[in-house]
Structures are given as structure tokens and as C-alpha cells.
């Protein structure tokens, strides 16, 4: 990675940081919609989630629906299923309408929700990654969903414990968690009977990977084992994997992360793995595959028999499969939990829903209503089915639609379970320089697969480059 692409990823993290902060001074059209509220970072738990910013009884006495508009980022069937989801939640009460609002992806919605910082356009819902967490809490645009949950007597308890604290920081759930997702393992199953491996006993860890890449080479079954897709979340899963934080400040959890801690055991381990699968010509390389396809491809191709994805690709894998018999006989398809480290559990990705404050404590109630309604077991057993998110409610598991997807495709409640059981206490790094952290993270991947940089003068360097990310990110924020 160059100096100049380090620049310009730290200078994306401030600008964005800045920008919301700054749009939370005041507003974006002169309106006047309100002051900002109490920041997480300065305020004590009991003044950012005062139930007062969440007046749920109020919704009890609307004269007329509060409408509310949720800007998102699914498409496809994801989309229409959303669609069709916010149709009956409206139909079913006459408190709360929803109107949806596709903002392109993640980051081009984070992007809009940006620029629309407390003004009259922003929304009341945004959906928006975990790895925003920090950025928006420093902004001061959201009312935690904690304040709603003590103003309505919710019970969390029947929400998995990994989910929560995914998005929980010190001591506050910001967003309402909603589609969630993890990394699991993708294999052939008819390959690594060829290859004289066990279908049945996929590689729990780096080392058993290894072997498996190795066996399915030598014999000739791939070119090419294992379909490399360049993504820093799956080694920032292998830090949660090992129970070690990749930041400081208890993974920027106990207080803001200030450096990267990167260069360790736990990185040496990774990288030397993957330096050794490298070395032996065991990777088929697909970059950071733009398409969020091209690692699934190659298995079909046969130009690899492995890879590692997230399980919201595995409702599209399978429907793939169901509609070509050919290639579901070819190739086979297992799926098993995310091979790695042990000493820990993988932390949730995916996306929340964040209670937009835009003055107005009857929308935020409104807003909540809607994002407590998705919660909802029947309707995250619906959402898991359609889409292959992860169920957040243990009793979702319990309904007759995912005991009957579980039996038809059980890649399901793999993934499920990864998350259910996972010893992850307390959720995935945060960071405020997020943006620069990875590229700094994914371009020293790329260094090695494309030069093949020794390990001791690249870990330090990648450490060294996320570290300066963060620093940045928290200078300009003034922190």
C-alpha cells in the first residue's frame, strides 16, 4: 500500500467523523430541529439513555400514524423481502407507517446519512455496518436504542449475548441490532472425498486447513485449494477467534482505541499461515473481489475447492445449487464454522438500525416501534429464511419455518450456531479511524500475496499504518 492511499483512507475517516459532528451542531437547511443530545463518550449511561429521549406511551395517543422513513442498503430479495415486511408491519397497527428508502450500499448510505447530518433530510432509521459504531456515536445524531429499551420495560434477554454486545459500548446499546451475519466455511464436499479427506470433518483450524490445502493439491483434485478473498474482517474474526483484541482499550470498548495491536502472536500466526499457503501455491487469489462473488466462483470453476465467506451469501449459494442440479452434483456443498485460533469466539457482523434524533422524541419512539417489531422472533425467523442472516432471538430457532430450512439446508444453523456459541463476550474491535484501519489491514494482504514481503518487515508496518489511521481519526475529532 503507498503513502498516498494511507493518506487519502485516514483522510476519508476524519472527513466523515467531522462532518457528522459537525452536522450535529446544527442544521443542514436552518430549520432548527433541535440540539444535539448527549454523546456517548462524555455523558454517564443514565444521561445518554434517558428514557425521556423515548417516549414509547405517547404512540398510545397519536391522533394519526407518525411516519417514518428508513433509509437501508439491501437489494434483491433481501430488498423485497424488506418490502414486504414493512407492508404488514403498517398494515397490522395504525400508530406507526414506514416508508423505506434505498440509499445504495453501506458505504454510500453512510455517505448520505452523513451529509444529512440533523437536518429535516435526514432519516429516523438508518441501517448501517457494525464498523460504523464509533463514528456515529461521536456524531451525536442517534438516541441509543438503550433509552427505548428502558422506556418500553424491554426484555433483551432472548437476544443472543454476542449480538448485544456487539453493540454495546460501555455499557450503552447504541443501535438496534437487525440482519446479522458471520464468516463460515465454504468446501467442496466431493473434492475432499477425492482427495481422501472426510466430508464429514471440515478444518477447525489454520493448521487443519493447511493440511486439507495440501491433500487436495497433491492429489491432483484442485489446481489450487483454497479461493482467497482479501478481506480484514476475516482477520480481525481470527483476533476474536484467539480472544485477543486488535486494538487497544479492550478493543476500544473500555475507552477509545488509540493503536492497533496487530503486530503479536496472534498476527504472526495468520500471516505466517497464510505466507505458508502462499509459498506452496495452495491460494487462488481474487483480490477484494468488488463482485462479493468471484471466491464462490472459483469452487464452481474448480480452480479451488475452499474459501471463506459470509453467511449472508449462503440463501443465494444454495438457491444457485437448487437451480443447477449439475453443478450441486459436481461439486457438493459443505459448510462448516470458521476454521481459526482458539481461545475465543468470532464477534457479529452485519448491520443496525440507528434512531435517527432529529429533535422530535414521538418520531424516535416510532422508529423504535419499528425496529422492535423486526426484532421480534417471527419476524427474524422470516428474515433468516429469506435472506440467510442470523436469527438474533434463540426462540426464532424454536418456529417450524427455521427447523424446516435447518433439515433442507443445514448450513443455516451452522452459522447460527457459530454466533449462539460463540465466547465472545464483549463484540468486535471499535474504531473511529475504521476506513483507514482496514486499508491498512488489506493492503499489507495484498503486499504479501503480490511481493511476498517478509513477515517481520510487514507486520510491523501494517501495525505502524492502522495505528496512524486511528491517531488521525481521533486528532481530528479532537480526542
Known amino acids: 500500500m503507498t503513502h498516498r492511499n494511507r493518506f487519502h483512507a485516514r483522510l476519508l475517516a476524519g472527513s466523515l467523523a467531522l462532518a457528522l459532528v459537525a ?11 433541535g440540539a444535539a443530545p448527549p454523546s456517548g463518550e462524555g455523558g454517564d449511561v443514565a444521561t445518554v439513555a434517558d428514557p425521556a429521549r423515548c417516549p414509547v406511551d405517547e404512540l398510545e395517543q397519536v391522533d394519526a400514524p407518525v411516519v417514518v422513513t428508513m433509509w437501508h442498503a439491501m437489494t434483491s430479495v433481501n430488498a423485497e423481502e424488506l418490502e414486504a415486511m414493512a ?3 403498517n398494515a397490522s397497527q395504525d400508530r406507526v407507517q414506514v416508508e423505506l428508502v434505498f440509499t445504495g450500499s453501506y458505504d454510500e448510505t453512510f455517505e448520505r446519512y452523513r451529509t444529512s447530518a440533523r437536518g429535516r433530510s435526514a432519516p429516523d432509521v438508518v441501517q448501517l455496518e457494525e464498523t460504523t459504531l464509533q463514528q456515529v456515536i461521536d456524531s451525536e445524531t442517534a438516541v441509543p436504542a438503550a433509552a427505548c429499551i428502558a422506556a418500553a420495560g424491554y426484555d433483551t434477554s432472548d437476544h443472543l449475548p454476542a449480538v448485544l454486545a456487539q453493540f454495546t459500548v460501555e455499557d450503552v446499546l447504541w443501535p438496534m441490532p437487525f440482519n446479522i451475519s458471520t464468516p463460515v466455511f465454504y468446501y467442496s464436499t466431493n473434492r475432499f472425498q ?12 489454520l493448521g487443519d486447513l493447511l493440511e486439507a490445502a495440501r491433500a487436495l493439491v497433491s492429489s491432483g483434485t484442485s489446481p489450487r485449494a483454497f479461493s482467497l478473498e482479501t478481506q480484514a474482517w476475516y482477520v480481525e474474526q481470527w483476533f476474536n477467534l484467539a480472544g485477543e483484541p486488535v486494538v ?6 473500555d475507552g477509545r482505541a488509540t493503536e492497533a495491536l496487530l503486530d503479536g502472536e496472534t498476527g504472526q500466526q495468520v500471516f505466517d499461515w497464510l505466507a505458508t499457503m502462499l509459498g506452496e501455491q495452495l491460494v487462488h487469489d481474487v483480490g477484494r473481489n468488488p463482485t462479493g462473488s468471484d471466491h464462490f466462483f472459483a469452487i ?14 449462503l440463501g443465494g449459494v444454495y438457491d444457485a445449487l437448487a437451480t443447477n442440479p449439475g453443478l450441486e452434483e459436481e ?8 476454521p481459526g485460533p482458539t481461545g475465543g469466539g468470532v464477534a457479529p457482523g452485519g448491520a443496525a438500525l440507528w434512531l435517527v434524533d432529529r429533535g422530535e422524541p414521538l418520531r424516535v419512539a416510532a422508529a423504535w416501534d419499528w425496529a422492535s417489531w423486526l426484532n421480534e422472533p417471527e419476524q427474524q425467523a422470516r428474515w433468516h429464511g429469506a435472506t440467510g442472516y442470523i436469527p438474533i432471538r434463540a426462540s426464532a430457532i424454536e418456529l417450524p419455518a427455521v427447523q424446516q430450512l435447518w433439515a433442507e439446508r443445514p448450513g443455516f444453523e451452522i452459522a447460527y450456531r457459530q454466533v449462539a456459541e460463540s465466547a465472545n463476550e464483549t463484540g468486535g474491535p471499535v474504531i473511529g479511524g475504521y476506513p483507514g484501519f482496514r486499508d491498512a489491514l488489506e493492503g499489507g494482504i495484498e503486499r504479501l500475496v503480490q511481493q511476498g514481503i517478509d513477515i517481520a518487515t510487514l507486520l510491523p508496518e501494517i501495525d505502524a499504518a492502522a495505528t496512524e489511521a486511528i491517531q488521525d481519526y481521533n486528532d481530528l475529532v479532537g480526542e
Open 23 to 33: 452536522g450535529a451542531c446544527g442544521d443542514d437547511d436552518g430549520d432548527g430541529d
Open 87 to 89: 407492508s404488514e408491519y
Open 194 to 205: 477425492a482427495a481422501g479427506l472426510d466430508p464429514a470433518d471440515p478444518p477447525a483450524t
Open 248 to 253: 487497544d482499550q479492550g478493543n476500544g470498548r
Open 300 to 313: 464452481a470453476g474448480n480452480q479451488a475447492s475452499m474459501t471463506i465467506g459470509t453467511s449472508a451469501a
Open 331 to 338: 461439486v457438493g456443498l459443505g459448510i462448516g464454522p470458521l
